[in-house]
Every structure is written in structure tokens, then in C-alpha cells.
């Protein structure tokens, strides 16, 4: 099967990004073949590469036919690079996919196709060049310095030397780093493995990740980089251990609502700022429609959220909850320096979800888990819930399942905004507005 050529049509861009084809082996079996940078439509001649899936990773050996309009990419990366998957889409092609991500995981939550096209928004992107957090993978041997992406399925480090989704700052960093890296002894630089890059109020928050520790050369040597390239502060970090800050010329800081927040190294922030503004300007829209005096903001890290539900428009009462204690301490910080009426408490919600008890006083929550998503959670806002339920999810696989959950327990979804912080790639950030359904009379 494997090297195996022939003729195929594009049907679809499947959920990864790749266009998908039905081909016809020697055995006479049908099977589905997966291939990049392809449209709808397109004639290709294709070689069968590797197993994946429910079919077969595909190379594309020649283009015979081209049926829709494309784009030129972006990036001279673009085929090798897995960042980025749809660089070839025209812009309302592009635009188009990703809002029928969003579609398909509310049919997946059980909404009929219809309601789920009504319900659906239209995507918010965010700007080329504005992604302001990215992690390198670092590759260093005797022949040469590689920091960049993996390669799209593949472990090889693709040597990034221009980016069009990145924020500048990031990037020239990145080509700062691999410089120096160039410059260290051998095994001294061998030992990193990638680097973690995020763009804060007030400079770069950088952790490099590593195999061991730094030397006493390695170590004056990166206070002297943080130096040059005036970061915020610098960290290493090797294996599970805490990440030691090797140069902390100053606190990494970020502002929501008006209120500065230190960042922990390697804290999570919304992929970019814009998709931040537009997700916090979202749940205050909703607000405003919502008589809510006793929120709760779930999974709320640093408060990326918290501040815009207690101080966006009228004042109210947050219970702000998160399980990283690091971000929780961030968050106590910025509340003390504030007065604002929020409470902050460390706990893990996928083992300890708020309960009846804990969930009956309140009016509304919000939730914004990590890819995993919030079934524990939903499984008792589904019973003991507020009214209102506003949902914040980076993965519709999971956002699918726990709105099911929800309208399963009595919910119904008012709207749907997608978001779309990851220019280019398959990634899609979604915006829910629930209410529980009033009982039957």
C-alpha cells in the first residue's frame, strides 16, 4: 500500500486541515487519503505515504487540476511547517471553515443543523503577526542550531526564520536565541530542549526548558542575553521541576480591566490580545442582558475574565476559581491591590466541581477549562445550575460534549461566537451564551 500512486479528487478540508480523497488500491478496497495544501475540488496525483487514522497520509506528487480560488502563502515555511495548515485558503474559504467548526460542534451537542447556522456568529479573527505566546522546539548538534516548529506529523525541527502569525518581538527573540545558542559550547546548548516565548505588558517572559541544569559560563551568559535583549525576565526549568529565574530584571505584568497582574513564568494568557479584547468585551455584552450579582469564574488563571465579570459595567461578586497556585497567587495579588469583590480559591474542578451547595447561590458562572474541558463541572451545572452559564472553550471536541451536558440538564444556547486566535491553523477558540430553560407551568 505504502508508495502506492494514483488519481484522486479533493472532496473537503477535513477537521486537521488536510483535504480529503477517496482512493481506489490494487486490492480494489477504498480508503481514505489524506493530503496537504490541497483545495475542494482539486485533481491530484497522489503517492500513499504513512498510516494515519481511519486512511492514509498522502504526498501530493502533482496539482493536474485546480477548481477553487487560492491564496499564496504567507510564509516561505508554510509546506513543511505544522503550524500553520490553511495558509492556502482564500480568505473566505478560510473564513468560511472555521465558522463551520463552530457549526459542527453545536450539531455534535445535539442542535439541529438549521439552529445551529442561526446560533453561530461570525468568526472574530485576530491579525497576522499578533500571536504574543509561542513555545520553540530547539534542536542542537554538530551540525547546526535549529529553533522553531516541528514539522507537520514529524519530529524534525523546521528552522523558523520568518513567521507571519508570531508578533515581531517574538520572532526577533527567536533569532536572538538561535544566535547565541550558535555561540555556547556544544554540550552546554545540547541540552536545551524548547523555548517558551510570552509577550507581556512590559517586555518578554522567556522559559527555556532543558535536560539539565545551566553551568556558572551558561548561566552569566543568559543574565547577559536577558541584558541585551532587555527581557522582562528569564527562566530555566529542567524536566517537572519549578523553573528557576536566571535573570528577573522585572515583573512580567499584564492588565485587565485597569488592573495590572503579575505573570508566573510561563503563565497562560489568550493566545493573543486581540482575541482577549474580544472574548472580555463579549462576556460584558452579555452582562448587560443578564441581571447577575453572584458570578463564579471557573479555570480563571490569572483572571483573564475575572476582572471584566466584577468590575465590567456594574460591580459584582466573583468567585474566582483556579487549581495552578502560582496564577491563584497572581490573582490574590492583583485583587488585594485592587478591592475588588473577588474571591479567589485554589481547587482542582475536574476532581472537587462545584457542588449544589456551593452552586445554589449564584447567578451565573463562566468557565474557561483547558483542551480537556469541563465534564466534571458541567455534570452538576447541568442539575444544580444558574440560570445563566457563559462558556469559553479552545477545543470543540470538548465544547461539543459539555454543551451536550448542559442542554441535556435544561440549557439552552442563546449564541455562539467563534473566536479565532490561531490564524491559519485548525485551532478555534468558541464564546457561549446559556439559559436554563423556565420549568413547564
Known sequence: MIGF?????????????????SVTVPNGANIIAYVDCVLPGDEVRVALRQKRGDGYGAELIELITRSAPASEPRCSHFQSCGGCALQHLDDAAYRDWKRQKAVIALQRAGIEPDDAENLVGAVEISPPATRRRAGFAVHVSGSGVHVGFHGRFSHTVIDITDCAVLHPGLMAFRDAFATFLRACDLAAAKVVNELFVTLVDNGLDVVI?????????????????????????????????IDEPVAARRTPTVTFEGVVVPVPPGGFLQATHTGEVTLANAIKTALQQIPARHVADLFCGIGSFTFALALGGDRRNVLAVESDPRAVRSLQYAVGQSASPIKVVDRDLFRRPLDRSELSGL??????????????????????????????????????????????????????????????STHLEMFAVLRRRSPAV
Not at 479533493?10 to 480529503?20: L, M, N, T
Request: with cysteine; net charge negative.
Open 363 to 424: 447567578d451565573l458562572v463562566l468557565f474557561d477549562p483547558p483542551r480537556a474541558g469541563a465534564l466534571a463541572q458541567c455534570e452538576n451545572l447541568a442539575v444544580d445550575g444558574p440560570e445563566w452559564v457563559l462558556a469559553v472553550s479552545c477545543n470543540p471536541a470538548t465544547f461539543a460534549r459539555d454543551i451536550r451536558m448542559l442542554r441535556n440538564g435544561g440549557y439552552e444556547v442563546q449564541e455562539v461566537m467563534p473566536v479565532d486566535q490561531f490564524l491559519w
Open 5 to 21: 500512486e494514483t488519481t484522486a479528487t479533493i472532496r473537503e478540508i477535513g477537521a486537521r486541515g488536510d483535504g480529503i480523497a
Open 209 to 241: 526548558h532543558a535536560s539539565a541544569e545551566p553551568g556558572l559560563d551558561m548561566r552569566q551568559d543568559l543574565a547577559e542575553l536577558a541584558q541585551d535583549q532587555d527581557l522582562a525576565r528569564l527562566s530555566w526549568k529542567v524536566g517537572d521541576a
